[in-house]
T-cell receptor
Framework: GAVVSQHPSRVICKSGTSVKIECRSL??????MFWYRQFPKKSLMLMAT?????????EQGVEKDKFLINHASLTLSTLTVTSAHPEDSSFYIC???????????FGSGTQLSVL | QKEVEQDPGPLSVPEGAIVSLNCTYS??????FMWYRQYSRKGPELLMY????GNKEDGRFTAQVDKSSKYISLFIRDSQPSDSATYLC??????????FGQGTRLTINP
């Protein structure tokens, strides 16, 4: 069964609105979760590391005010794309480390389309 | 130079063929090596995991790591149409901060 639950799977919104994406760890307590962005036919790019109970760590070039991350519990992290614009349209995926040898498990992804 | 290089393909082979997918990397500190399968518009699914050098086999899938050459491979035997997907290699010093290859798009033709 799924280890990570991510919702919604698809969002279409108007430019200027904010969109929240949820990532839930079903099998593991996760003090850390990761958020990735993937463009068509491109690899996954790490955006930020979500830390339970503290601030997220953002990768270079990722706007922390644009992509708000909240990790309020050991099973839930949320990514909010604020004031979304068409260039924010992308596939967003969360991941959770867990199991033996620190394996990384991914959510099913969220396709964001900003009109 | 990218840290991880992977031929994006596309790669198309007939059903039943042996498929070989490869990645090269530049960071000799990488210790964890993984292969993920990703279907269109879905999250990656962990297929194979290897720590350090060596081979690992799981059913029709075999993963090989050659740290001396900084080269990893995934072999798929008796390929099936359901194996059609994008295959991503990933590696890192700690599994949590992985670097991904671009992904190879594979099609198995019936």
């Amino acid at each position: 069964g799924a280890v990570v639950s991510q919702h919604p799977s698809r969002v279409i919104c108007k430019s200027g609105t904010s969109v929240k994406i949820e990532c839930r760890s079903l099998d593991f307590q996760a003090t850390t979760m990761f958020w990735y962005r993937q463009f068509p036919k491109k690899s996954l790019m790490l955006m930020a590391t979500s830390n339970e109970g503290s601030k997220a760590t953002y990768e270079q070039g990722v706007e922390k005010d644009k992509f708000l991350i909240n990790h309020a519990s050991l099973t839930l992290s949320t990514l909010t794309v604020t004031s979304a614009h068409p260039e924010d349209s992308s596939f967003y995926i969360c991941s959770v480390p867990g199991g033996a040898y620190e394996k990384l498990f991914f959510g099913s992804g969220t396709q964001l389309s900003v009109l | 130079q990218k840290e991880v290089e992977q031929d994006p393909g596309p790669l198309s082979v007939p059903e039943g063929a042996i498929v070989s997918l490869n990645c090269t990397y530049s960071n000799s500190a990488f210790q964890y090596f993984m292969w993920y399968r990703q279907y269109s518009r879905k999250g990656p699914e962990l297929l194979m995991y290897t720590y350090s050098s060596g081979n690992k086999e799981d059913g029709r899938f075999t993963a090989q790591v050659d740290k001396s050459s900084k080269y990893i491979s995934l072999f798929i035997r008796d390929s099936q149409p359901s194996d059609s997907a994008t295959y991503l290699c990933a590696m890192g010093r700690g599994a949590q901060k992985l670097v991904f290859g671009q992904g190879t798009r594979l099609t198995i033709n019936p």
